[in-house]
C-alpha cells in the first residue's frame, strides 16, 4: 500500500511562512506528478501547486510570488514553502501524488491533510 504523511502546517500571522513537507512511502516504482491542494471551509478542493518529475511547475495564480514548490525525487518527498501567508490562504492543505506501482499501473494517492491557519 502507498501512503502519504504530510507535515509542517499550523497557526502563523499574516506575512509569516510555513513549509509544508510530504513524503510517499510503500510500493513505489516511481512518481508522476507530485502537488498541493487545499480546501478551505466551504469551499471546493483547489489545486495549489504541481510539480511534475522532470521539474516542470504550475501555480494558481493567487500563490504565484509567494509559494514555492519543490520536490526530493529520492526522498519521494514533496514541499510547499509558503511566504507572505495571507489569512485567505487559511485552509487544510492536502499532499497529492500520481504513484506508479510495480504493476505499472498510475494511480492517485491523497495525505490526511494538514491544518493551515493565516490568522492576528
Known amino acids: 500500500q502507498v501512503q502519504l504523511v504530510e507535515s509542517g502546517g499550523g497557526l502563523v500571522q499574516p506575512g509569516g511562512s510555513l513549509r509544508l513537507s510530504c513524503a510517499a512511502s510503500?510500493?513505489?516504482?516511481?512518481?508522476?506528478?507530485m502537488g498541493w491542494y487545499r480546501q478551505a471551509l466551504g469551499k471546493q478542493r483547489e489545486l495549489v501547486a504541481t510539480i511534475t518529475s522532470g521539474g516542470r511547475i504550475n501555480y494558481v495564480d493567487s500563490v504565484k510570488g509567494r509559494f514555492t514548490i519543490s520536490r526530493d525525487n529520492p526522498k519521494k518527498a514533496v514541499y510547499l514553502q509558503m511566504d507572505n501567508l495571507k489569512p485567505e490562504d487559511t485552509a487544510v492543505y492536502y499532499c497529492?501524488?500520481?504513484?506508479?506501482?510495480?504493476?505499472?499501473?498510475?494511480?492517485?494517492?491523497w495525505g490526511q491533510g494538514t491544518q493551515v491557519t493565516v490568522s492576528s
Open positions: 497529492n501524488a500520481e504513484v506508479v506501482k510495480h504493476d505499472y499501473r498510475p494511480s492517485v494517492y
Open positions: 510503500g510500493s513505489i516504482l516511481a512518481i508522476n506528478t
